[in-house]
């Protein structure tokens, strides 16, 4: 979501941080066509929101929300080569692949299917993220849009580990040491702990996130496409009780981005999250008010116990 400069001033400031290894991650997805009678739709279903919060429905905003990987942001990335670089939604064109890999460049992608496991596998990728159900935000979907076809963190790991020959890193669920140990005895060479850290002292979770997610709230979360248009985990709130957090009257990702962020905003500022994605996986027993650092240190210390 970060402009080019953005992207440059983000990545020169890490770079002056530290010189250990770290990732940075892009979506990559297929910006679709546009679909107006879709879109008028999308701001039909918003407009009572929009006038409930005093704000003007024909005001309602369009736009991507979200760019995919390009060459230009290859272009930018180049200067600093990170160690790692991740994609969501698969891989970017075989081209931009070959272009980060040249750096030096280790390739990470998520699978939520053993067959996506299989097509990173012969599309590049150093590794593969099994990202499981239970895994907060976005799915990492890119061969089918079928839900169904999506399951838990603990089936899908084995079946991905027994069927490729790369690296395979546990995501989705994992926030205790119990969990790190489960995910290692199945056969992952390493972990992706998300939600655990949304609550530490360096996120930049808004105060009424952490609130959610240290509620009894966070019990409940569920996939919706009505913050971005494509399949997402967040804690259930007013707007996906009520419109249902599958409304076909969402546009294609990213599409539905840019109506909801007034929403947000003037929800936000009233001290509501009425409107806001609470992404969260389905386990956030792990959130918790600690520095990141202590957070790390307890799981590596599980991993290396494991």
Not at 29 to 57: I, N
Not at 96 to 108: E, M, N
Not at 186 to 211: D, I
Request: glycine content about 8%; proline content about 8%; overall charge negative.
């Amino acid at each position: 979501m970060l402009s080019l400069p953005d992207l440059q001033s983000e990545l020169q400031a890490l770079h002056q941080s530290t010189q250990n290894p770290y990732n940075v991650n892009f979506f990559c997805h297929a910006p679709p066509a546009p679909d107006d009678a879709r879109q008028q739709a999308w701001h039909r279903t918003l407009a009572p929101y929009y006038r409930e919060l005093g704000l003007d429905p024909e005001t309602i905003p369009t736009g991507p929300g979200r760019v995919p990987f390009s060459a230009e942001a290859a272009h930018v990335l180049e200067a600093f080569r990170p160690a790692v670089v991740s994609f969501h939604f698969g891989l970017p064109s075989p081209e931009l692949v070959a272009r980060v890999k040249s750096w030096g460049s280790l390739v990470l992608s998520s699978a939520t299917t053993v067959a996506e496991a299989l097509w990173l596998q012969a599309h590049g990728a150093d590794a593969i993220i099994a990202q499981g159900l239970e895994a907060g935000g976005h799915r990492g979907m890119f061969l089918t849009d079928e839900l169904s076809t999506q399951v838990g963190t603990f089936a899908l790991l084995p079946q991905i580990v027994q069927a490729v020959q790369l690296p395979v890193i546990a995501a989705g669920g994992i926030s205790s040491a119990a969990g790190i140990a489960a995910a290692k005895a199945l056969g992952a060479a390493g972990v992706q702990v998300g939600t655990a850290y949304l609550c530490s002292h360096e996120a930049t979770t808004s105060a009424l996130h952490r609130s959610a997610l240290q509620s009894p709230a966070a019990q409940h979360t569920a996939l919706t496409t009505l913050f971005s248009g494509r399949p997402a985990r967040g804690i259930v709130n007013r707007l996906m009780r009520e419109l249902g957090p599958l409304n076909a009257a969402a546009p294609a990702f990213p599409l539905a981005t840019a109506a909801i962020a007034p929403l947000r905003a003037a929800g936000e500022a009233a001290g509501s999250s009425d409107f806001t994605p609470l992404w969260s996986g389905q386990n956030a027993s792990g959130c918790r008010d600690l520095p990141a650092a202590d957070i790390t240190r307890e799981f590596l210390q599980a991993w290396v116990s494991a």
